[in-house]
């Protein structure tokens, strides 16, 4: 999503596609050294090989975490991440996977003279158009004037 204007400046309808990001196995042992997440289905190549996605997986909430860095945000227009509905991990992210993420503003709502809320359908996708992530988002957005 592009968060790069007042709140004003958005329509529900309004659709986005962001640049893609290719996950790999350096960013699952970060996020496990970050997170504290050391589950072996994301960092044991044997115990995932067994599983049923028959290799190591992207934790769920790193692929949450690095969409949000591809959303366009311009200083001063987000106020605050307002938070997350309806997440659902939809199908595993893995080593090599490129991900884009698709917006859709679904619903805006005033928040006083200095903000208002875009909330948004996002989905994250794989580089086969894919669902991998499904979750409606709300992000505090400041209005013209209140910034």
């Known amino acids: 999503m592009r968060f790069d204007r007042p709140f004003e400046g958005y329509a529900v309808g309004e659709r986005h596609r962001s640049r893609g990001r290719t996950?790999?196995?350096?960013?699952?042992?970060?996020?496990?050294?970050?997170?504290?997440?050391?589950?072996?289905?994301?960092?044991?190549?044997?115990?995932?090989?067994?599983?049923?996605?028959?290799?190591?997986i992207a934790h769920g909430m790193l692929t949450l975490s690095a969409a949000t860095g591809l959303w366009v945000m311009e200083p001063?227009?987000?106020?605050?991440?307002?938070?997350?509905?309806?997440?659902?991990?939809?199908?595993?992210?893995?080593?090599g996977d490129t991900i884009y993420v698709e917006s859709e503003v679904k619903k805006l709502t005033e928040r006083g003279e200095?903000?208002?809320?875009?909330?948004?359908?996002?989905?994250?996708?794989?580089?086969?158009?894919?669902?991998?992530?499904?979750?409606?988002?709300?992000?505090?957005?400041?209005?013209?004037?209140g910034r």
């Open 23 to 56: 996950v790999t196995e350096a960013d699952i042992v970060r996020f496990a050294g970050v997170s504290g997440d050391f589950y072996p289905l994301h960092l044991d190549r044997e115990y995932a090989r067994q599983t049923r996605f028959g290799e190591r």
């Open 76 to 95: 001063g227009c987000v106020l605050a991440f307002y938070g997350i509905d309806a997440l659902r991990f939809v199908r595993p992210v893995k080593i």
């Open 114 to 145: 200095e903000a208002g809320l875009v909330t948004v359908h996002q989905q994250i996708v794989n580089q086969h158009g894919e669902t991998a992530v499904d979750a409606i988002v709300h992000v505090l957005v400041a209005r013209e004037g």
